[in-house]
Structures are given as C-alpha cells and as structure tokens.
C-alpha cells in the first residue's frame, strides 16, 4: 500500500510562518508612511480606516476623520458591490489605507481588500502608533 498522498501532492502549498506571510503579502504592493497617508487624506486622495479594536481605540484615541470599521466586518464594509457598505465605498478604484495598531494586521486586511478587487488598498506602515509617534492628529 502506498501512504496517502501529502498536503502538496493534492496542489496546496507548504504551510508558512506569519513572517514569510507578511513578507510575501507586503511585497504585492507599497505600503504609506504616516505623513503621506495623512496628505492623502487631507486631499481627499484616500480613505483612512481604522481597525484596532475598541479597547485599543478608547486608549489610545482616534484619527480624526477615520472610518472606524472592525476587522471582522471590513470586507463587507468596503466592497463597492456589496449590499452592507459604507456610503463611501463606491468604486474599486477608491484608494484605502488601512490602520491597525502597529501595521501587522493591516498588511493582511489590505491584501483581503485586494483579493476583492480594491487594488489600491494599502496599510500604514507602523500603524497607528507610527501615526501618533510622527505627530500627526488623534482626537
């Protein structure tokens, strides 16, 4: 008898650690630094999204004129075909910067925001303690 055929004789890939996960996700766009997303945001070149969670949020603070969207809805919010979107969410073309607390988990929500067809969807590198730390606004 032969042994049951391993994950990559079926196709799938090896499993990765979250490093090379990030590392290969980062490298299929470029990511913004905390003063050109804020520029971009003043003139109404991108869409800022926050996605810490609530405990991070009332600690820390907020960037002014962010949409606060949690991680867990963030697809549904920001699909332009969607029927759950924010008004905002009008185009694929929109260009989406996505904040998490330090740009891990934002660098994974933008390439989920890719998989859907937001190809300019990007994540602040550093997050949002980048943002703070640079200076920039928070309310």
């Known amino acids: 008898m032969s042994a049951a055929p391993g994950p990559t004789s079926r196709g799938t890939q090896p499993p990765v650690g ?3 996960l ?6 299929g766009y470029e990511r913004i630094e905390p003063q050109e997303a804020y520029e971009a945001a003043e003139a109404g070149d991108a869409l800022l999204v ?3 969670y609530a ?7 907020l960037i002014p004129g ?15 075909q969607g029927s759950h ?31 859907l067809g937001l190809r300019r969807a990007t ?17």
């Open 18 to 20: 979250i490093d090379e």
């Open 55 to 61: 405990a991070l949020r009332e600690r820390d603070g």
């Open 123 to 139: 994540d602040l590198v550093g997050g949002f303690q980048a943002w703070r730390g640079a200076g920039l606004p928070v309310e």
């Open 22 to 27: 990030l590392e290969r996700v980062r490298a």
């Open 66 to 80: 962010a949409h606060v969207v949690e991680r867990n809805e963030l697809e549904w919010r920001l699909d332009p």
């Open 85 to 115: 979107r924010l008004p905002e969410a009008t185009s694929h073309a929109l260009r989406i910067i996505v904040i998490c607390n330090e740009g891990y988990a934002s660098s994974l929500a933008a390439q989920s925001l890719h998989q």
């Open 50 to 52: 926050d996605i810490r």
